[in-house]
């Protein structure tokens, strides 16, 4: 992947690092939809404040999901 950005136009970086950030836009938001928790826990387990792993892995194979789409 590494190589791919280093062969990008700075536009198409550019264009490529906005597709990248909307893909997660609202990640948090889906991970505590599809678990029936608030946004607010989902975000602390991301950062580390918190355990849960139920909320780890879904926000894991969220991530994942985003990754695929860009490959």
Do not use: C, N
Not at 8 to 20: G, P, R, V
Not at 40 to 60: E, F, H, M, N, Q
């Amino acid at each position: 992947m590494d190589r791919l950005w280093r062969m990008l136009s700075k536009t198409e970086h550019d264009k490529a690092l906005l597709k990248a950030h909307r893909l997660h836009e609202g990640l948090y938001r889906r991970v505590a939809k599809k678990l029936g928790v608030d946004p607010s826990y989902v975000s602390r387990v991301a950062a580390g404040a918190r355990k849960g792993a139920k909320v780890r892995d879904a926000l894991l194979d969220e991530l994942r999901k985003i990754q695929r789409r860009l490959e």
